[in-house]
T-cell receptor, first 111, second 114 residues
Framework: QQQVKQSPQSLIVQKGGISIINCAYE??????FPWYQQFPGKGPALLIA?????SEKKEGRFTISFNKSAKQFSLHIMDSQPGDSATYFC??????????FGGGTRVLVKP | DAGVIQSPRHEVTEMGQEVTLRCKPI?????LFWYRQTMMRGLELLIY????????DSGMPEDRFSAKMPNASFSTLKIQPSEPRDSAVYFC????????????FGEGSWLTVV
């Protein structure tokens, strides 16, 4: 049962471009939506997170956009750099620590 | 802080053997999680503990899998007997404990069952 659907599975972007990853969820009880970044051979690490009481959160080059009515949220990576090449996971949880992860998006930033 | 420490980092074992994965959470964290990552199924939560007590083990695939947390600084995930389909990366993670606390992952234990 996949409660968080993530797309695309992979994307290639030129250096300086914008990477956009989308997620959709079904469970209306979800109230915390983090994004994790994972480099090869490493564990996922928290990148940025949002709660549904705001529609957007920005941290440096990373922005989450949240649409509560559509039950969708997205990650935008502005001015993408080769060092951003990684796998990105959206996740969601409600009322506890049980994170449900999306399927992941492998991002490759070409120099 | 040393972060979440897992061992072994890599293990290759034969089908039918017992496998024990170990985890030391970040000191002071009250919640501990075991995740499994595969290409086919992505990141799956197997079990999580709060204050050393198992809270939700609904993700444990079957009786061959068991997890324990005898104290606040140590947890094990055991597979007995192991099967080739158990090959995956197993992550341990910990957090302070509330709903929006950051979950910190270890670097994973890469298991191959041949």
């Amino acid at each position: 049962q996949q409660q968080v659907k993530q797309s695309p599975q992979s994307l290639i972007v030129q250096k300086g471009g914008i990477s956009i990853i989308n997620c959709a969820y079904e469970n209306t009880a979800f109230d915390y939506f983090p994004w994790y970044q994972q480099f090869p051979g490493k564990g996922p690490a928290l990148l940025i997170a949002i709660r549904p009481d705001v529609s957007e959160k920005k941290e440096g080059r990373f922005t989450i956009s949240f649409n509560k009515s559509a039950k969708q949220f997205s990650l935008h990576i502005m001015d993408s750099q080769p060092g951003d090449s990684a796998t990105y996971f959206c996740a969601a949880t409600g009322g506890g620590n049980k994170l449900t992860f999306g399927g992941g998006t492998r991002v490759l930033v070409k120099p | 802080d040393a972060g979440v420490i897992q061992s072994p980092r890599h293990e290759v074992t034969e089908m039918g053997q017992e496998v024990t994965l170990r985890c030391k959470p970040i000191s002071g964290h009250n919640s501990l999680f075991w995740y499994r990552q595969t290409m086919m199924r992505g990141l799956e939560l197997l079990i999580y503990f709060n204050n050393n007590v198992p809270i939700d083990d609904s993700g444990m695939p079957e009786d061959r899998f068991s997890a324990k947390m005898p104290n606040a600084s140590f947890s094990t995930l055991k597979i007995q007997p192991s099967e080739p389909r158990d090959s995956a990366v197993y992550f341990c993670a910990s957090s302070l404990g509330s709903g929006s606390d950051t979950i910190y992952f270890g670097e994973g234990s890469w298991l191959t069952v041949v």
